[in-house]
């Protein structure tokens, strides 16, 4: 296995870098140091807010990552919120950069985390989509899902592009949208035909017992 998580979502506002700021945390609790790649930002005025959250936590656990700043660990950062290809007007983005940054970060860490932007679908380049990256980084995939209604069809279809693609992949949802009515709405569908599915909130220990040989 790769010693690369990337982590993607059904959207955007879905919790990717909840989860994976969760993740550095129950890594790090097993002695295992993860470091971070938020390649692509847009919507950012200013500082990129997901990175430095995810560079800011891997900082405390990682002394590999003290010396770098928000640039290092994100390569394009965009004012226009939309997706890379849009946002990137100018044509900057050169994914053998991305590329090769990743392999920069993974010589500093146990397991480099690379937070996607939006979905699997979500354009680069005219041809070249985050599932795409997902695939030339060799990464583990993991599909954050969100709770509320309508999750049901973007997690199917999500799925069944995953289950297509080759990639070593797994899935979970993050739940804090309709909370309340999640148990009632979705949960009896995700367990009558998917029961294997975990949430972030409850289950991440035993997804990361499965990276215990990383080492």
């Not at 919507?43 to 002394?63: E, F, H, T």
């Not at 700043?69 to 004012?79: A, E």
């Not at 100018?90 to 990743?102: G, H, L, R, V, Y």
């Not at 070593?168 to 009515?181: F, L, M, P, Q, T």
Request: one cysteine or more; aromatic letters at 10%; charged letters at 25%.
């Amino acid at each position: 296995m790769n010693n690369t998580i990337f982590i993607t979502a059904t959207g955007t506002g879905v919790g990717k870098t909840y989860t994976l700021n969760r993740l550095i945390e129950y890594f790090s609790e097993r002695g295992i140091k993860a470091g971070v790649f938020k390649p692509i930002e847009s919507g950012v005025s200013d500082i990129p807010a997901d990175a430095k959250s995810i560079l800011n936590n891997c900082q405390k656990y990682n002394k590999n990552f003290k010396e770098l700043s928000v640039d290092d660990i994100c390569l394009y950062t965009f004012s226009l919120p939309a997706a890379p290809f849009c946002a990137d007007t100018d044509k900057i983005i050169k994914t053998e950069s991305i590329i090769k940054k990743a392999q920069e970060l993974q010589k500093r860490c146990d397991i480099l985390l690379v937070e996607g932007a939006g979905g699997l679908m979500v354009p680069i380049k005219e041809n070249y989509f985050m599932i795409d990256l997902a695939k030339e980084l060799n990464a583990f995939t993991l599909l954050v899902t969100h709770s509320g209604l309508g999750c049901i069809n973007e997690t199917l279809c999500s799925l069944k592009l995953l289950n297509s693609s080759g990639l070593e992949y797994d899935w979970c949802v993050n739940i804090y949208r309709d909370k309340e009515s999640f148990p009632v709405v979705t949960k009896p569908f995700y367990d009558a035909v998917m029961p294997d599915w975990w949430s972030v909130e409850d289950d991440m220990k035993s997804f990361i017992s499965r990276f215990k040989n990383i080492l």
